[in-house]
């Protein structure tokens, strides 16, 4: 089998409070739009079926960074904002954890009675990506949740996780129809979850001559291009430290929008009023819509955009969370009505602060960074699940040095 990566995902019970749910529903549906409107629907399904991209885009909505949480949450959350205008957007998602994700089949025939795509191959493919990574994968780890998404063009995504019960983990599927020729000859375009050793893989292409009598499903017309991405590794520390983040990128980010601000983003006069804290967290949005690959190797950098409901790095800054999602859903509105300079804009933003990066040694102290966030989190509408932030004690001002 060849994958996108493999990491640690520590499981974490709970649930998403209604106040970062609601959210994370906005900005995700927000994001999806800029996607969609910049690159087209099969970007969309293809970034979700990237271990690296997914993980990040569940960071930069404020959920814990490291956990199996995201999968839950990210995909319950874009499933309530997409759905009610999938017609409009021309994606659906299906499935979902437990008994949810049991109603895929049926939720697919409707979308194929809607769209006119062929339901019992969509049907088919639900099943069949399931059955692989329950029961031909033996590793351990059985399926929990499992979303369907696709397009009214008829390409799809699988993003599916399973658990296991003797060491608390878990591990995360990701399927992509494009390019794929075979559910049962190394079909994935990812697995996330801590290597273990050796498996029974049936999947594998070394396993070609035990596979016979296997349905296999293949497509026309395509050639299979897989990509091998370096091992993602998520740690159980719920903490932010420095050996989690590319320092040189977090870096330029806080040295772009908290210290030479004017000099850099005078042109940007779309952005004009935006403070140096709402700018991080857009800069951060931006990458998550316009980077590269390349980009997203260290997801808990994204956790800098809004923190986290467990308080890591910091509390959920809310103010800033909603004046991140009216900055995106104004630029998305004029988008619509022909007016796309707010977007291009934001895009910008990101293109400045990566162009930075080559010239930039970081010198900064990344526990300071999250001390001075949790300090000024009151200021920001702080949240946690624990609570409200509250404002501290009267202490000498950290003097934060990027330089």
């Excluded at 159980?236 to 000099?263: C, F, I, W």
Aim: glycine content about 8%; hydrophobic content about 35%.
């Amino acid at each position: 089998m060849k994958r996108s990566g493999t990491a640690t995902l520590p499981l974490h019970y709970g649930k998403v409070p209604p106040w970062l749910y609601e959210r994370m529903s906005i900005l995700g549906l927000s994001i999806v739009e800029v996607i969609l409107a910049d690159y087209g629907k099969n970007e969309v399904l293809k970034r979700l079926a990237d271990p690296f991209w997914f993980q990040s885009f569940g960071a930069v909505m404020g959920m814990d960074w490291h956990s199996s949480g995201i999968t839950t949450s990210v995909m319950g959350a874009l499933k309530r904002s997409i759905n009610p205008v999938s017609k409009e957007l021309g994606l659906y998602i299906c499935g979902g954890k437990g008994r949810f994700s049991k109603e895929t089949p049926n939720e697919l025939l409707l979308i194929a009675d809607k769209t006119g795509l062929d339901g019992n191959d969509l049907v088919r493919a639900s099943k069949l990506s399931a059955k692989v990574d329950n029961t031909a994968i033996q590793d351990g780890y059985q399926l929990y949740l499992h979303n369907f998404i696709l397009s009214d063009e008829g390409s799809w995504s699988v993003v599916q996780q399973g658990m296991n019960d003797f060491d608390g983990t878990a591990r995360r599927y990701h399927w992509h129809s494009e390019n794929m020729e075979s559910f049962v000859d190394a079909p994935h375009k990812g697995i996330q979850g801590i290597n273990r050793g050796n498996i029974l893989n049936l999947t594998a292409t070394e396993a070609q001559e035990n596979r016979k009598g296997i349905l296999e499903i293949s497509h026309t017309n395509s050639e299979k291009i897989m990509q091998d991405f370096a091992n993602l590794i998520l740690p159980n520390h719920h903490d932010v430290r420095a050996s989690d983040v590319d320092l040189k990128k977090l870096g330029t980010l806080l040295y772009m929008t908290r210290e030479n601000q004017p000099e850099n983003f005078e042109e940007l006069l779309l952005l004009k009023g935006v403070g140096p804290r709402t700018l991080q967290s857009l800069a951060l949005v931006s990458e998550v819509i316009h980077g590269a690959p390349s980009r997203f190797r260290d997801p808990a950098r994204f956790s800098f955009a809004h923190g986290g409901k467990d308080g890591h790095p910091f509390p959920v800054p809310i103010n800033v969370y909603d004046e991140t999602i009216s900055i995106l859903q104004k630029g998305i509105e004029k988008s619509k009505l022909g007016n796309s300079d707010k977007l291009q804009s934001i895009n910008k933003l990101h293109t400045v602060i990566s162009e930075a990066e080559k010239n930039f040694t970081p010198d900064f102290d990344i526990n300071e960074v999250m001390k001075e966030e949790r300090q000024n989190s009151w200021r920001f509408g702080g949240k946690t699940v624990f609570g409200d932030a509250e404002k501290p004690a009267p202490s000498k001002p950290i003097q934060l040095s990027l330089f």
